[in-house]
């Protein structure tokens, strides 16, 4: 167990709807980063928040939007669901703010199927 | 821009046979590397790391990875594979003092009992 907890672990839905998936990271750690897993991409960063502020975006479509609170949980929102949004989200947690040296630990994703 | 290529897939191997998986990465400037294992149904798991220091580096479950920082490798090693080692592998980079950790496309690992 990587401390990381993700909710829902599985979830389907139509497409043009929209979802939210939720993280707590681990305790203290102030780092969330958001990953989508899918067959044809592979490992996809998608954002990167620290202590409530975004640091970093990759491969994050408009469509998607993310924030972290207060209590560092942090939730994705992604809307106008297409078909080639079905793919494993990850979100990952990390102590420090990137800084070198810095190991981020997985949660177990939230398995999203868009029908 | 940074990037990490794993060239081998899939690969298929038979218990107690040797493993070598590559990884290269693109980055003119200091990184952290890290590998990652992905168990059947599970999350991503770290197997080891290097950030300086002795560039050969020891994980869990006997494996072992080598930085060479001439060919901007990072291969993993492990003598002799166990049907349990089955998983997908994932080799990072992240450039210190960036936020951002690029992972590689993954190898699939199965081994034959």
């Known amino acids: 167990d990587s401390g990381v907890t993700q909710t829902p672990k599985h979830l389907i839905t139509a497409t043009g709807q929209r979802v939210t998936l939720r993280c707590s990271p681990r305790?203290?750690?102030?780092?969330v980063y958001w990953y989508q897993q899918s067959l044809d991409q592979g490992l996809q960063f998608l954002i990167q928040?620290?202590?409530?502020?975004?640091?970093a975006k990759g491969n994050i479509l408009e469509r998607f939007s993310a924030q972290q609170f207060p209590d560092l949980h942090s939730e994705l929102n992604l809307s106008s669901l297409e078909l080639g949004d079905s793919a494993l989200y990850f979100c990952?947690?990390?102590?420090?703010?990137?800084?070198?040296?810095?190991?981020?630990?997985f949660g177990e994703g939230s398995w999203l199927t868009v029908v | 821009a940074q990037s990490v290529s794993q060239h081998n897939h899939h690969v298929i191997l038979s218990e107690a046979a040797s493993l070598e998986l590559g990884c290269n990465y693109s980055?003119?400037?200091?990184?952290?590397l890290f590998w990652y294992v992905q168990y059947p149904g599970q999350h991503l798991q770290l197997l080891l790391k290097y950030f300086s220091g002795d560039p050969l580096v020891k994980g869990i479950k006997g494996f072992e990875a080598e930085f060479i920082k001439s060919k901007f490798s990072f291969n993993l090693r492990k003598p002799s594979v166990q049907w349990s080692d089955t998983a997908e592998y994932f080799c990072?980079?992240?450039?210190?003092?960036?936020?951002?950790?690029?992972f590689g496309t993954g190898t699939r690992l199965k081994v034959l009992a």
């Open positions: 928040y620290y202590n409530g502020e975004e640091r």
């Open positions: 980055y003119g400037g200091t990184v952290n």
């Open positions: 305790s203290g750690d102030l780092s």
């Open positions: 990952a947690s990390s102590a420090l703010q990137g800084r070198s040296g810095n190991t981020i630990y």
């Open positions: 990072a980079v992240n450039a210190q003092g960036t936020y951002k950790y690029i």
